[in-house]
């Protein structure tokens, strides 16, 4: 996936990324405000398939999982950072929000292009060809990624299981 970076610092907090004073709002009114305090034209300049690429402690703060959802919202298809706090971590894959634990984040240049490998932990630069590790997304972290978060996840699971079932008895009368 070929993406432009968006570049923050460290310790970007939930109250950023998701503004409290806009909960009444919705989500995408939240998501219009998003950043505005670090960037004042992120929420209205970012694209569909762009990258926020930050420092350490990224989404640290409260567990607001409105946090995740606003940058989803505008379309943000990963966050790459040095490190994140550990609640929108884990928010972030809940809603299908990619985040890429990343060492030398801190060497990508805002605007740039990359190329991102999840599953095998790198990016490349497009404008320069350089090579940045990352550590790499289990499989099942992933498969949250791909169908959009956990709860589509879970939803296809709980199909499948319903689908064995019915032929499961489907098969049971049928020896009868």
């Known amino acids: 996936m070929r993406a432009r970076a968006w570049v923050f610092g460290d310790d970007v907090d939930t109250d950023a990324l998701a503004p409290g ?11 219009s405000h998003c950043l505005e305090t670090l960037d004042a034209d992120f929420a209205g300049s970012v694209r569909p398939g762009d990258v926020v690429v930050a420092g350490a402690n990224f989404g640290m703060g409260s567990s607001r999982e409105q946090a ?38 801190g060497s990508i240049a805002a605007g740039q292009h990359l190329d991102l490998d999840a599953e095998a932990g790198a990016i490349t630069v497009a404008e320069s060809g350089a090579r940045i590790a990352c550590e790499p997304i289990p499989g099942h972290l992933m498969e949250l ?32």
């Open 68 to 105: 995740a959802q606003a940058l989803r919202q505008l379309g943000v298809a990963a966050v790459v950072a040095r490190s994140f706090g550990g609640i929108f971590y884990r928010n972030a894959f809940n809603n299908g929000l990619l985040a890429l634990v990343c060492a030398d984040a």
């Open 21 to 31: 004073i806009y909960m009444k709002g919705g989500i995408e009114a939240m998501a």
């Open 145 to 176: 990624v791909r169908l959009g978060g956990l709860v589509p996840y879970l939803e296809q699971r709980l199909e499948r299981e319903r689908g064995q079932r019915g032929a499961g008895a489907q098969d049971e009368r049928s020896e009868r």
